[in-house]
């Protein structure tokens, strides 16, 4: 799985799960949980989706804003783990 196929099945899932507005143009750089698109809660809801859809475990000490608040922040840490 490359890097873009990752970044668009995570945009997909925060539009419709997490947002839920297919609509909405999520930008690479925005700030999902900053700009207030996300809460916390659905900072788990994304560390259970990312375990369950790349088998990667997320620690609930980096289920944070500060390391996971974009899209490119959020691809980063799953490439990170399947290297």
């Known amino acids: 799985m490359n890097e873009q196929s990752i970044r668009e099945n995570i ?3 925060i539009v419709t799960e997490l947002i839920r507005d297919d609509s909405y143009n999520l930008k ?3 700030g999902i949980i900053t ?3 996300m809460d916390s809660f659905a900072l ?3 560390g259970v989706f990312i375990e369950d859809e790349y088998d990667i ?3 609930d000490s980096d289920l944070t ?3 996971l608040d974009t899209l490119d922040q959020m691809v980063a ?3 990170r783990d399947m290297s």
């Open 11 to 13: 945009r997909t899932f």
């Open 28 to 30: 690479n750089d925005e």
């Open 35 to 37: 700009g207030g698109l």
């Open 44 to 46: 788990a809801e994304f």
């Open 57 to 59: 475990y997320i620690p």
């Open 65 to 67: 804003v500060a390391n």
């Open 77 to 79: 840490r799953v490439m």
